[in-house]
């Protein structure tokens, strides 16, 4: 009896090496030479997924909640998605990478840029899209450039996907937003006059206005473009929303001066830039639920 569990395993151990063999190892090396490995998890994954037909593993592919058992990690979906290359299978590459691609758009998208319309229909503000769309861009080349021969660049992805695609959104977050620093015909020295058309545009433009911050959307939009402002900026705006006048006759009454230690001028040049980031900011651009 002994002899049948012994030889059963070592029958399992056998085909397990040889589906090893077919996962591929990755070849991206460490600074200290060392390869990279996929998580182990992610390998016994991929052993079980080997045994499955191509319809059921699309199947678990589709799952969207991660709290399913059968939901198939992007780790994994990743592979088989490179892995049609090898196996010369445009249908299962084009049929993956579909379900790829949303999650890629999905993991893309601060968290902070997403909200809900008052019909109900899922929108993000201008700075996310822009992050998105260039996490995005970035990670497809990468794709591309892998179906064209092999790019070390996403064996990462397939050993931490999630630290992946984090990495390229924050340099993406910080590239949008030097993009709008730089649109923006704002002086950065508090002393510089600010142009006529910015103060126009800021002084016609309360982010505070009563018939909006009732609203639960728009204030969870406007509170996460506030945490996107400079510091200095950061701070005039809170006081604003405290009702802290500019200035105050009344040597015992707090004003944003006095807190700040600013003159009128400064204070308020800090005002107009921050109203006219908020004010772009909080443009809307619908996406798909």
């Not at 998605?81 to 010369?88: H, S």
């Not at 260039?134 to 050993?159: H, T």
């Not at 910015?198 to 002084?203: I, N, T």
Request: glycine letters at 2%; proline letters at 4%.
């Amino acid at each position: 009896m002994l002899f049948v569990i012994a030889k059963q395993k070592d029958a399992l151990n056998l085909n397990e090496l040889r589906i090893r063999f077919v996962i591929d190892p990755l070849r991206k090396h460490r600074k200290d030479g060392r390869l990279y490995e996929r998580r182990a998890e992610t390998m016994a994954i991929l052993i079980h997924l080997e045994s499955l037909p191509f319809d059921q593993l699309l199947e678990r592919a589709k799952i969207r909640s991660k709290a399913d058992p059968l939901y198939l990690p992007t780790e994994c979906l990743l592979h088989f998605v490179r892995r049609a290359k090898r196996d010369n299978s445009d249908r299962s590459f084009e049929i993956l990478f579909r379900v790829l691609l949303a999650r890629v758009e999905n993991a893309a998208t601060p968290r902070s840029t997403i909200y809900r319309l008052t019909d109900g229909k899922v929108a993000i503000t201008a700075f996310g899209s822009k992050v998105r769309d260039d996490v995005v861009d970035r990670f497809l080349a990468r794709l591309v450039s892998d179906r064209d021969s092999y790019d070390e660049r996403l064996d990462y992805f397939e050993v931490n996907f999630s630290h992946a695609i984090a990495s390229l959104r924050s340099t993406a977050k910080l590239k949008a937003a030097e993009e709008e620093r730089r649109s923006q015909p704002l002086s950065s020295d508090d002393d510089e006059e600010i142009s006529a058309e910015v103060e126009k545009a800021a002084g016609s433009f309360d982010p505070f206005d009563k018939s909006k911050i009732d609203d639960g959307n728009y204030r969870f939009r406007l509170f996460a473009a506030i945490k996107e402002l400079p510091d200095k900026e950061r701070h005039v705006v809170a006081l604003f929303f405290k009702e802290y006048p500019i200035e105050s006759n009344d040597p015992d009454k707090p004003s944003i001066c006095k807190i700040l230690g600013c003159v009128e001028k400064t204070v308020r040049n800090r005002r107009d830039r921050a109203f006219e980031k908020l004010r772009t900011a909080l443009s809307e651009e619908e996406i798909d639920a």
